[in-house]
T-cell receptor, first 115, second 114 residues
């Protein structure tokens, strides 16, 4: 596809369950970002992958959150033992490492609801 | 230091009017300031961006004004249209390339009334 693809688009889960959210970045984009969007809270940075470098995990809110990026392409964000406060839209974005503008291209997000 | 403060939280403007959204930052190392536009159910998309070596950048009806000494920047939408109704996010970054992450403001929901 031409854009960033995220799945699932909607996920409803019960408190305490684990969830996995997937991101397919734009082909050729070596930088990949995860953000969380909660109502009234803007876009909260979670984690950033750049090529083969160690990821910047400084935004992960707790050790229940983790992410990996396999083969420099697809990324999975995992939330273990979900809590109600994890309910949000999780946005993935990618960008070109050589891009002067640093423009981020976002997917449409995965809406997570924890009951 | 890493925050970008955005105001107002919401804004209602009549068609044809000027929409103004303001942002302020503390980290003087920030050197790239983009604005993103988000429609409901969609991801944010880059609208316009500025670097601190200029005080103003205009693209069509959209203008960024940048005040380096005050550490503030703003988005002006001239001749606002109902199709401009969206949430707008300011952001800031250290380094203009793709290194590092963008720090976003909390967003402004703009409604343009016909």
């Amino acid at each position: 596809g031409a854009g960033v693809s995220q799945s699932p688009s909607n996920k409803v889960t019960e408190k305490g369950k684990d969830v996995e959210l997937r991101c397919d970045p734009i082909s050729g984009h070596t930088a990949l970002y995860w953000y969380r969007q909660s109502l009234g809270q803007g876009l909260e940075f979670l984690i950033y992958f750049q090529g083969n470098s160690a990821p910047d995990k400084s935004g992960l809110p707790s050790d229940r959150f983790s992410a990996e990026r396999t083969g420099g392409s697809v990324s999975t964000l995992t939330i273990q033992r979900t809590q109600q406060e994890d309910s949000a839209v999780y946005l993935c974005a990618s960008s070109l490492v050589t891009g002067k503008s640093g423009e981020l291209f976002f997917g449409e997000g995965s809406r997570l609801t924890v009951l | 230091q890493q925050q970008v403060k955005q105001s107002p939280q919401s804004l209602i403007v009549q068609k044809g009017g000027i929409s103004i959204i303001n942002c302020a930052y503390e980290n003087t190392a920030f050197d790239y300031f983009p604005w993103y536009q988000q429609f409901p159910g969609k991801g944010p998309a880059l609208l316009i961006a500025i670097r601190p070596d200029v005080s103003e950048k205009k693209e069509g009806r959209f203008t960024i004004s940048f005040n380096k000494s005050a550490k503030q920047f703003s988005l002006h939408i001239m001749d606002s249209q109902p199709g401009d109704s969206a949430t707008y996010f300011c952001a800031a970054k250290v380094g203009g390339g793709s290194q590092g992450n963008l720090i976003f403001g909390k967003g402004t929901k703009l409604s343009v009334k016909p």
